[in-house]
């Protein structure tokens, strides 16, 4: 997800990184990079020429050039923006009433509106509350049907009314049929269009008028680019909309949607859907997905996500160890198993800072072989090297690629990769949530990250530098891996 962007902005914070001394000359070559990293995102020229001129005038302030770490002070002015561009404080909270609120989904075709009418029921239900999905698109041939289908999915029931033609009278008695069951929200699914037309448009304003939903969310394709914005656009411009919800974003590579929307229309994003499995829909954090912009990774996020998915037995063992400050690679092992199931494991790793090429490296790729080879590595370790692989040493290496049937550079790829995970659970440990916020405060601050989005080694490390031959075995490795994959 939004992978060019982000390998665009960090590209930008290398290339100040690695100057001898930074001056307003070369921050604005950097700042330079970082506008073409948002336009070739596809993000509005208009947006863009706003967000750099914020950025430029306190990046190039005296203040900041003339700091200890002005690299890092950039970060946190790009970051501090770009959640300001996404929303701000836009809570994707639902906030239900009492009695029953009524949510109504609009949305051209293809978007992914039925789809996501689906994902949002199961959130509902996840909280403990009772939806149903009322089926008033009766335009589409077999929407009502695909409905059902989507309902049964989740387990959610649906309404609708064989041989129906008025859309309002099927929303109103959805509605009341809701109220005399106990039901908590009722998710309107009105018609599509292939594009915006006055009918299409009416018939949302009489919707909107007679059954005055709760809330008026907008179905979007974040794979559009621009024709995204302009449809939120014109939509709110007829419905006066309280929200966005924009889908695929999975296959966005560039994210130009995403960032362009809130300034264009005023509409936040609630919610955006990260895969085309049901659970695939995520409520949307600015300051979160500004730290995933960044390559700060999302610590809330993967700590909220870990509550839900993952076995709380084993979650309670390992977070005791982590208070008596033990992490193996016996529990490394443990953690990715309970995130081998499909797409699980690329979202988890996404979320994590400093796991980029893990995740690079998992796409498109058979994710059972990959956990083989892990553990196959891990196995091939000693009781002890697996409990400390600080003693992995050149000949250890050597004998546990062997024994696994993996190259030397693989062993060192996967110990670094521990490294990272280590560093972040352990700093983690014992601090549920407000563990979480304080490791990304101190990612934010540059405290733990370096501006590539890399983990610092701590002071204890061990860990040497790479020479130019490492860098160049572990492009043959990459190599290797991609020919493995096909």
Known sequence: MLESLQDGLQSAFRTLRGQGRLTESNMRDGLK????????????????KAFMQEVSEKAVGQDVLKSLKPEQQLVG??????IELLGGDSDPTLHLKQDVTV??????????????????????????????????DLQRPAAVQQLHIVGKSVDTPVYSEQGATDPIAVCQNAVKHAKDNGIDV???????????????????????????????????????????????????????????????????????????VKHVTGVPI?????????DGLDPFHPDRFASRILGMGDIQSMFEMAQREFDQEQVQKTQERLQKGQFTLDDFRKQLNQIARPGLMQKMLGLMPGMGEMTKMLQGGDHEKEMRRLGGMIDSMTPAERSDPKL??????????????????????????????????????????????????KLRSGELMDPTGK??????????????????NQKKLKKKLKKRRR
């Open 33 to 48: 990079l970082v506008e073409n990293a948002l336009l070739e995102a596809d993000v509005s020229y208009d947006v863009v």
């Open 77 to 82: 002015i790009v970051n501090e923006a770009l």
């Open 103 to 136: 949510l109504m989904m609009c949305g051209l075709q293809g978007a992914g509106k039925t789809t996501t009418c689906g994902k949002l029921a199961r959130l509902i239900s996840k909280e403990g509350k009772k939806a149903l999905l009322c089926a008033a």
């Open 186 to 260: 009722v998710i309107l699914d009105t018609a599509g269009r292939l594009a915006i037309d006055e009918e299409l448009m009416q018939q949302l304003k009489t919707i909107d008028l007679k059954v005055q939903p709760d809330k008026a969310f907008l179905v979007v394709d974040g794979m559009t680019g621009q024709d995204a914005v302009n449809s939120a656009k014109a939509f709110n411009d007829a419905l006066d909309l309280d929200g966005v919800i924009m889908t695929k974003l999975d296959g966005d590579a560039r994210g130009g949607a995403l960032l362009s």
């Open 270 to 278: 609630k919610f955006i859907g990260t895969s085309e499995h049901m």
């Open 392 to 441: 992995i040493d050149n000949s250890r290496r050597q004998r546990i690629a062997k024994g696994s049937g993996v190259s030397p550079q693989e062993v060192n790829e996967l110990i670094k990769q521990f490294d990272s995970m280590a560093s972040l659970m352990k700093g983690m440990a014992g601090g549920g949530v407000g563990g979480a916020m304080d490791m990304m405060r």
């Open 455 to 472: 983990m610092k080694k701590s002071k204890q490390s061990t860990g040497k530098r790479m020479t130019a031959k490492d860098v160049q």
